[in-house]
Nanobody, 124 residues
Protein backbone atom coordinates (compact mmCIF):
# COMPACT_ATOMS: atom_id res chain seq x y z
CA UNK A 1 0.00 0.00 0.00
CA UNK A 2 1.34 3.41 -0.93
CA UNK A 3 0.12 6.46 0.89
CA UNK A 4 0.06 9.97 -0.52
CA UNK A 5 -0.30 12.77 2.00
CA UNK A 6 -1.27 16.29 1.01
CA UNK A 7 -2.84 19.47 2.32
CA UNK A 8 -0.01 20.98 4.29
CA UNK A 9 0.97 24.61 4.01
CA UNK A 10 1.53 27.89 5.77
CA UNK A 11 -1.24 29.19 7.99
CA UNK A 12 -1.52 31.81 10.68
CA UNK A 13 -2.14 30.86 14.27
CA UNK A 14 -5.84 30.29 14.80
CA UNK A 15 -6.31 29.11 11.25
CA UNK A 16 -7.34 25.76 9.83
CA UNK A 17 -6.05 23.12 7.47
CA UNK A 18 -7.25 19.75 6.30
CA UNK A 19 -4.74 17.05 5.53
CA UNK A 20 -5.53 14.13 3.26
CA UNK A 21 -3.93 10.73 2.92
CA UNK A 22 -4.91 8.64 -0.08
CA UNK A 23 -4.14 4.92 -0.20
CA UNK A 24 -3.13 3.40 -3.50
CA UNK A 25 -5.30 0.36 -3.09
CA UNK A 26 -8.30 -0.90 -1.22
CA UNK A 27 -7.89 -1.02 2.51
CA UNK A 28 -9.50 -3.59 4.71
CA UNK A 29 -11.74 -3.34 7.73
CA UNK A 30 -8.97 -4.63 9.99
CA UNK A 31 -6.71 -1.73 9.13
CA UNK A 32 -5.89 0.98 11.61
CA UNK A 33 -4.96 4.46 10.43
CA UNK A 34 -3.07 7.19 12.16
CA UNK A 35 -1.45 10.59 11.89
CA UNK A 36 1.88 11.43 13.43
CA UNK A 37 4.01 14.54 13.31
CA UNK A 38 7.63 15.41 13.68
CA UNK A 39 8.91 18.87 14.51
CA UNK A 40 12.53 19.87 13.86
CA UNK A 41 14.84 18.33 16.41
CA UNK A 42 12.08 16.25 17.97
CA UNK A 43 10.93 12.67 17.78
CA UNK A 44 7.91 11.62 15.79
CA UNK A 45 4.82 11.87 17.96
CA UNK A 46 1.32 10.50 17.82
CA UNK A 47 -1.47 12.86 16.80
CA UNK A 48 -4.63 10.86 16.04
CA UNK A 49 -5.77 7.40 15.03
CA UNK A 50 -8.84 5.32 14.33
CA UNK A 51 -9.83 1.96 13.03
CA UNK A 52 -10.88 1.78 9.41
CA UNK A 53 -14.17 0.26 10.44
CA UNK A 54 -14.33 1.50 14.03
CA UNK A 55 -16.02 4.70 15.03
CA UNK A 56 -13.96 5.65 18.05
CA UNK A 57 -11.00 7.93 17.36
CA UNK A 58 -7.97 8.48 19.57
CA UNK A 59 -6.17 11.78 20.01
CA UNK A 60 -3.08 13.12 21.66
CA UNK A 61 -3.96 15.40 24.56
CA UNK A 62 -2.31 18.32 22.79
CA UNK A 63 -4.77 18.21 19.89
CA UNK A 64 -8.01 17.10 21.54
CA UNK A 65 -10.86 19.39 20.67
CA UNK A 66 -8.94 20.94 17.78
CA UNK A 67 -8.14 18.06 15.41
CA UNK A 68 -10.52 15.52 13.93
CA UNK A 69 -9.57 12.32 12.15
CA UNK A 70 -11.97 10.80 9.66
CA UNK A 71 -11.94 8.45 6.67
CA UNK A 72 -13.76 7.97 3.43
CA UNK A 73 -13.93 4.27 2.79
CA UNK A 74 -15.09 4.69 -0.79
CA UNK A 75 -12.11 6.90 -1.60
CA UNK A 76 -9.59 4.99 0.56
CA UNK A 77 -8.66 8.32 2.08
CA UNK A 78 -7.99 9.46 5.62
CA UNK A 79 -8.33 13.08 6.68
CA UNK A 80 -7.08 15.21 9.53
CA UNK A 81 -9.07 18.37 10.03
CA UNK A 82 -7.12 20.86 12.09
CA UNK A 83 -8.60 24.03 13.58
CA UNK A 84 -7.35 26.63 16.02
CA UNK A 85 -3.82 25.90 14.93
CA UNK A 86 -0.96 26.97 17.16
CA UNK A 87 2.67 27.66 16.42
CA UNK A 88 3.57 24.49 18.31
CA UNK A 89 1.62 22.47 15.73
CA UNK A 90 4.32 23.26 13.19
CA UNK A 91 5.75 19.95 11.98
CA UNK A 92 5.85 17.47 9.14
CA UNK A 93 2.71 15.40 9.36
CA UNK A 94 2.72 11.74 8.37
CA UNK A 95 -0.14 9.38 7.78
CA UNK A 96 0.29 5.71 8.52
CA UNK A 97 -1.66 2.48 8.11
CA UNK A 98 -1.42 -0.63 10.23
CA UNK A 99 -2.67 -3.96 8.91
CA UNK A 100 -4.22 -4.77 12.26
CA UNK A 101 -5.04 -3.11 15.52
CA UNK A 102 -2.61 -3.87 18.33
CA UNK A 103 -3.98 -1.45 20.88
CA UNK A 104 -0.77 0.53 20.80
CA UNK A 105 -2.00 3.02 18.24
CA UNK A 106 0.31 5.70 19.64
CA UNK A 107 3.52 3.88 18.69
CA UNK A 108 5.01 4.55 15.24
CA UNK A 109 6.50 1.07 14.96
CA UNK A 110 3.02 -0.47 15.12
CA UNK A 111 2.30 0.89 11.64
CA UNK A 112 3.24 -0.89 8.42
CA UNK A 113 2.84 1.79 5.77
CA UNK A 114 3.78 5.46 5.82
CA UNK A 115 3.10 8.44 3.65
CA UNK A 116 5.86 10.81 2.61
CA UNK A 117 4.87 13.60 4.98
CA UNK A 118 3.37 17.01 4.43
CA UNK A 119 4.69 20.16 6.07
CA UNK A 120 2.43 22.30 8.22
CA UNK A 121 3.81 25.67 9.27
CA UNK A 122 1.85 27.82 11.69
CA UNK A 123 3.02 31.41 11.97
CA UNK A 124 2.35 33.74 14.88
Amino acid sequence: VQLQASGGGLVQAGGSLRLSCAASERTFSSYFVGWFRQAPGKEREFVAAMGWSRSRPYYADSVKGRFTISRDTAENTVYLQMISLRTEDTAVYYCAFARSYSGRYYLPNEYDYWGQGTLVTVSS
